[in-house]
Each structure stands twice: as structure tokens, then as C-alpha cells.
T-cell receptor, first 115, second 113 residues
Framework: ETGVTQTPRHLVMGMTNKKSLKCEQHLGHNAMYWYKQSAKKPLELMFVYSLEERVENNSVPSRFSPECPNSSHLFLHLHTLQPEDSALYLC??????????????FGPGTRLTVL | DQQVKQNSPSLSVQEGRISILNCDYTNSMFDYFLWYKKYPAEGPTFLISISSIKDKNEDGRFTVFLNKSAKHLSLHIVPSQPGDSAVYFCAASGSNAGNMLTFGGGTRLMVKP
């Protein structure tokens, strides 16, 4: 497999459920990102990891919990979500996050619906 | 307050003609700009970028123009093809903020045969 993969592609969950989104990159990159795209809104950066250390958290609610066990894998653990959290969650990776000119490569996204 | 704006939510163009997608930004610290293209059910794919030290970058049918004084950039696609129909996102980053991208809201381009 090549590029950035995400599983599952679609997820429906209740507000009391706990679920996890998975992202894997096969590009040898050192930085990984979680973005959220809500309807009619721009992509919003949620978390950034560089060499498995979190370097950015844009004031995301604690019901979203990221985990980066190694430079190839990134998880987003979800618990007690709200219906307004329904969105497309996109993972991306780049060579590193220090330079502003590193291109980010995106996965296909997970379409999350919270009932 | 959105720092990157794409004021046209949609654009329709005839095949073979030029498509011009526009993007405005407010943060003067942005020094690198990118365009991404997104098809339904897929993630955004990188298309073309430009550094603030340039005012034009060309790659095949795609050209990005940057006007720093106006804080404006545009993507030209010539000639437009039906396969170019997608949502196009403008994004910007600044060297003082690492590789944190700020995205515009996107413009849906429809190229009619």
C-alpha cells in the first residue's frame, strides 16, 4: 500500500460510545496531522505530531484524544461525542513540520456521524 | 475570523476555456501557499504551490499567481477539462508557525463538456 490510509471510511456512533479512528502513512514521513472538516467550513487543524510528539493542539475538546505510537501510525480516540462533532476527519502526513514548505499528503478521510 | 478566504463557493466553466480560482488572505506572516484538489469520497491531493519570493509558478496546465501587496492568489487552469471538476482548496502557512496549514473554504469547479 502507498500513501496515507484511514480506517474506517465511515463510522456511525452514539453519544455514549467509544471508538477510534486509525491513520497509517507509508511515505516515511515524520509528521502527522488530524484535521476536521465540518459542513460548509474550512478544514480545521486539530492535532500535529512530529516524531511522535504532540506539537500542536488547537484547543480541541478533551473528548478527542490523539495517540501516535510511532511515526507511521496515528489514532484519534473518540468518547462521549456530540452530534455537532459529525464531520469528515482527515489525516495527513509530511516529511516534518518544522519547515513551512513541506507538502502535506492526505488520507481519504473518515466520515463520522454522531447520533 | 477566517485568515484564508475563497469567496466563490462554485464556478462553472466550459471545457477548453480557462478556469480562474481566487483566494485572499489576511495574515502577512504567510509565506507559502498551496492549492489542493478534492474529489468526492477522497482526501485533498496536492496540486501546486508557491513561495512568497515568487509571483508565479507554472506546472503544465496549472499556474498559480501571487500578489503579495493585495494578499491575493489565484489558480489558472488552461485548458479546463471535465476531469478537473472537483473542489479546490487554497491553503497557506508561515515559517514562524512550522507547517501548520490554514485552509480556505473551497471552490467547487464544474467543467462542462
Amino acid at each position: 500500500e502507498t500513501g496515507v490510509t484511514q480506517t474506517p471510511r465511515h463510522l456511525v456512533m452514539g453519544m455514549t460510545n467509544k471508538k477510534s479512528l486509525k491513520c497509517e502513512q507509508h511515505l516515511g514521513h515524520n509528521a502527522m496531522y488530524w484535521y476536521k472538516q465540518s459542513a460548509k467550513k474550512p478544514l480545521e487543524l486539530m492535532f500535529v505530531y512530529s516524531l511522535e510528539e504532540r506539537v500542536e493542539n488547537n484547543s480541541v475538546p478533551s473528548r478527542f484524544s490523539p495517540e501516535c505510537p510511532n511515526s507511521s501510525h496515528l489514532f484519534l480516540h473518540l468518547h462521549t461525542l456530540q452530534p455537532e462533532d459529525s464531520a469528515l476527519y482527515l489525516c495527513a502526513s509530511s516529511q516534518d513540520n518544522r519547515g513551512s514548505t513541506d507538502t502535506q499528503y492526505f488520507g481519504p478521510g473518515t466520515r463520522l456521524t454522531v447520533l | 475570523d477566517q485568515q484564508v478566504k475563497q469567496n466563490s463557493p462554485s464556478l462553472s466553466v466550459q471545457e477548453g476555456r480557462i478556469s480562474i480560482l481566487n483566494c485572499d488572505y489576511t495574515n502577512s506572516m504567510f509565506d507559502y501557499f498551496l492549492w489542493y484538489k478534492k474529489y468526492p469520497a477522497e482526501g485533498p491531493t496536492f496540486l501546486i504551490s508557491i513561495s512568497s519570493i515568487k509571483d508565479k509558478n507554472e506546472d503544465g496546465r496549472f499556474t498559480v499567481f501571487l500578489n503579495k501587496s493585495a494578499k491575493h492568489l489565484s489558480l489558472h487552469i488552461v485548458p479546463s477539462q471535465p476531469g478537473d471538476s472537483a473542489v479546490y482548496f487554497c491553503a497557506a502557512s508561515g515559517s514562524n508557525a512550522g507547517n501548520m496549514l490554514t485552509f480556505g473554504g473551497g471552490t467547487r469547479l464544474m467543467v462542462k463538456p
